[in-house]
């Protein structure tokens, strides 16, 4: 596993992705490090695009800056349809949601990360009852 302290800046990964694929890092209106890659909301996290159990390394290539709706998606299309489908995804975000899922990312962008947290322990108890 990797040690967060060894990877890459958010700033040296938008650096990268915005020289190799600037389709990535251009979608949004004022995009930058702090900005997710596929919904252009803030309070991002460096994200593997291969995760470290499919081989997925630290280096810049195999990071993505994304929020954590995004990622939690992401790791599920990654898994089920695999790579070429990632890239597809997080440039077209808005062709792989459903109407229902669409209404919840516009409200989810509207939320600080107090309100994602608690909204997220809420769910979690939900679940477990």
């Not at 470290?52 to 898994?79: A, M, P, T, W």
Request: hydrophobic share 30%; net charge positive; proline share 2%.
């Amino acid at each position: 596993m990797g040690n967060r302290k060894n990877m890459p800046s958010k700033k040296k990964i938008f650096k990268y992705w915005a020289e190799k694929k600037p389709e990535i890092t251009s979608k949004h209106v004022d995009q930058s490090e702090n900005t997710c890659f596929a919904c252009g909301r803030e309070q991002v996290d460096r994200a593997h695009i291969i995760p470290h159990c499919k081989s997925g390394d630290d280096s810049v290539e195999n990071l993505h800056l994304i929020c954590r709706y995004c990622h939690g998606f992401q790791e599920g299309l990654f898994n089920t349809i695999g790579e070429g489908a990632y890239y597809h995804w997080i440039i077209n975000e808005e062709f792989w949601l459903s109407k229902v899922e669409r209404h919840l990312v516009s409200f989810y962008k509207t939320l600080n990360e107090e309100e994602i947290r608690d909204l997220e322990n809420k769910f979690k108890a939900r679940i477990v009852k």
